[in-house]
């Protein structure tokens, strides 16, 4: 084995020469679609060069060695963990869904950048150095060996499994999109062949392969988000580098704004949309005579159509619609609400992208500074108790690189975070400049591709055969992966940034299946339930729950629960509550006990679940749950969750510590040793 000198080097080596490959692997199909290569063989050459890439890397750090798979040796240098950790963090959240949401919510999307970026900070600051001190495998190997016993070990499993599996089904449903889009596979399948490549890699080596892997997988995120930026950049301004000229182009958008939101067409546009959600109001209201008198009318005018011997398609096309009714007033109740609140945001003068707590009135930007505030909270203490992330710090070579490495992180992170706001604004000022007004017939072709994976609508509802804003409705999620189509760039950008977004997903992906699978192996089948298992049995059980996991996330992503976005932000309340007051007192509060950080973690798990779930949905039909919504406390939205479980927790683990009896002495004396020495 290489000294550790020699070990990095050859790291170094070996990464430069895959960068170089990788970049000679984009000029040839530059090169070869400017002969007239299809551009679905461009999708298909990416998705299967940088799978098999990824595959290859996990077939040759197969391992059977325990501290290997778990933790990859702990001798992963900093520089490299930095790179790792980079591309385990940026996950399609940050890489698809980062720049659609600023693109959408302007200002108030940088609560996203400011709370993932600040919450770096204080895993350098609280938590990195000190668990890989204590020098466990996982986040709750490090709650049963500092409060003791196995019950905060299964309520910190609890905890790490439904943060991780909401996260990782928001990877999953990205890697759906890409693939569906790029190489026409249907989102269902594309779902499920997605999920083959994350689990070559996990599933072979766990963390010494994924580790590994990530790396890899940075290399070709960074090149995919960076360069259809950089040409959009060069070709608005003349500059290739969109961070210097960002202002100018953010003061465009802002005439363009100034422009396009006041004309007469814009306005009749929002007008009809507002008479629309009146209408729908009106419907619900009347419950169920409306439904009925629906059906009623449907079945008049096929009825009058059959008479009239009209044309066979307009007479199946109501047959469809009467079909496809609600079949009770209480589905239709749901669905007609759903239509209601559509047509009103439709409606609604939209935000300004450089205002900062947009609102109507005095209350209602209150209500986004609120939002802003709580979110980028939730997010940052989310941040730092992210168990797929806090392991990465287990893997280091020493606590000194366990903090140096979030150093790296941050760099590496920042190459991302830095564009994201200059890559909405691009796409904005192209989008306003030369799609709005433009006579529908004439839409470019990317409207239509993505209007097939349903993430974008066009719908002409004052019938002037111009496409206003108010009737171009855009997902956040389709904003980075059709930049280079809506800026006329080359197909291979296309592809390009097809691969850097399944390696954003698939990095993210690999790192929570395996936190949930370790989770369980390591947590609850070694530790509780056979601590004499052998380490190959071990790694059997970790690789079946792994699997399992794997295809229960593609199942539930399949469904297209809601965007990337949301459910991330979920996770990361969901983490913030569980896992930040447990960890941060148990580091420096040697008074903490058992008994306090049980109860602080289930009950700021419980509060958060509690508000996130009756904030966002009016019903959970698979667990019969009908009429639960409920309005939000202080107007503070789901994603903001955590906000109440955070306080809770920590309030919670306090007064319960206290109340009861201390930890031993063996304990406490064990948590001074961690905390007070300089750290090496």
Not at 77 to 92: E, H, Q, V, Y
Not at 337 to 346: E, I, L, T
Not at 652 to 659: A, E, F, N, Q, R
Request: hydrophobic share 50%.
């Amino acid at each position: 084995m290489p000294t550790a000198k020699g070990f990095r080097q050859q790291l170094k080596r070996y990464y430069l020469l895959y960068t170089v490959g990788f970049l000679a692997f984009v000029a040839v199909l530059a090169f070869l679609e400017h002969l007239g290569l299809p551009p679905r063989w461009i999708g298909y050459a990416f998705l299967l060069f940088t799978i098999l890439i990824y595959a290859t890397i996990g077939v040759m750090s197969r391992t059977a060695d325990v501290s290997e798979y778990y933790v990859a040796g702990r001798r992963v240098p900093a520089l490299f963990n930095g790179m790792a950790t980079g591309a385990d963090w940026m996950s399609a959240a940050s890489f698809i869904g980062m720049a659609g949401t600023l693109y959408l919510t302007g200002y108030q999307g940088l609560a996203y950048i400011m709370g993932w970026t600040g919450g770096y900070v204080l895993v350098a600051l609280f938590l990195a150095p000190y668990l890989r001190k204590f020098g466990q495998y996982t986040i709750p190997d490090f709650l049963a060996v500092r409060y003791g016993g196995n019950a905060p070990r299964l309520v910190g499993v609890a905890a790490a499994i439904i943060a991780s599996f909401v996260y990782v089904v928001a990877q999953i449903y990205g890697v759906g999109l890409i693939t569906s889009r790029f190489v026409s596979l249907q989102f269902e399948i594309g779902v499920f062949v997605g999920l083959a490549g994350i689990l070559v890699c996990s599933f072979l080596g766990g963390m010494r392969a994924v580790t590994w892997t990530q790396v890899a997988q940075y290399v070709i995120l960074i090149i995919a988000y960076v360069t259809p930026v950089a040409l959009l950049s060069f070709q608005i301004t003349s500059v290739p580098v969109p961070q210097l000229v960002y202002g100018e182009v953010l003061q465009e958008v802002g005439k363009l704004e100034e422009k396009l939101f006041e004309t007469p067409a814009e306005q009749e546009v929002r007008g009809l949309y507002r008479e629309r959600a009146d209408a729908y109001y009106e419907k619900i209201m009347r419950l169920p005579v409306s439904l009925a008198e629906e059906r009623q009318r449907l079945t008049m005018r096929i009825n009058a159509l059959k008479e009239e011997n009209a044309p066979m398609r307009e007479v199946v096309a109501l047959e469809r619609l009467r079909r496809d009714l609600p079949a009770n007033a209480e589905e239709a109740r749901e669905r007609w609400d759903a239509a209601m609140h559509a047509a009103a945001d439709r409606g609604a003068m939209p935000i300004r992208h450089a205002e900062a707590f947009p609102g109507r009135s005095e209350a209602e930007s209150s209500a986004a500074r609120l939002n802003f505030l709580t979110l980028m909270f939730c997010l940052m203490v989310g941040t730092a108790a992210l168990p797929h992330v806090l392991m990465r710090y287990y893997t280091t070579p020493t606590v000194k690189e366990a903090r140096e490495s979030v150093t790296w992180s941050l760099f590496f992170i920042l190459l991302l975070y830095f564009t994201a706001p200059a890559y909405a604004v691009f796409a904005k000022y192209e989008v306003y400049s030369t799609l709005i007004n433009t006579p529908i017939a004439h839409l470019p072709s990317w409207v239509a591709a993505w209007g097939k994976v349903g993430l974008v609508a066009i719908e002409d509802i004052n019938h002037d055969g111009l496409l206003q804003l108010a009737e171009l409705s855009l997902n956040p999620d389709v904003i980075v992966l059709a930049t280079p189509e809506i800026a006329g760039l080359p197909y291979v950008i296309s592809g390009l940034v097809a691969a850097g977004g399944l390696a954003a997903a698939l990095s993210t992906a690999d790192g929570l299946l395996l936190t949930i699978a370790g989770s369980l192996s390591h947590d609850v089948y070694y530790k509780i339930i056979q601590p004499r298992a052998s380490t190959q049995w071990r790694l059997v059980i970790s690789k079946s729950l792994l699997l399992v996991t794997a295809v229960l996330a593609a199942t539930v992503a399949a469904q297209r629960p809601a965007t990337i976005l949301y459910m991330v932000a979920w996770a990361f309340s969901i983490a913030a509550a569980a896992f930040f007051p447990a960890l941060v007192i148990g580091i420096f509060w040697k008074r903490a006990n058992r008994a306090g950080a049980v109860s602080g973690m289930v009950v700021g798990l419980l509060i958060t679940v509690y508000y996130m779930v009756r904030v966002q949905f009016d019903s959970v039909p698979w667990l019969g749950l009908r009429g639960i919504g409920m309005e939000p406390w202080f107007g503070i939205q789901s994603t903001s969750a955590g906000v109440w479980g955070v306080p809770a927790g920590f309030l919670t683990i306090v007064v319960v510590s206290l109340l009861t009896r201390p930890p031993s002495r063996e304990v406490q004396d064990f948590v001074e040793q961690v905390h007070y020495p300089q750290l090496r």
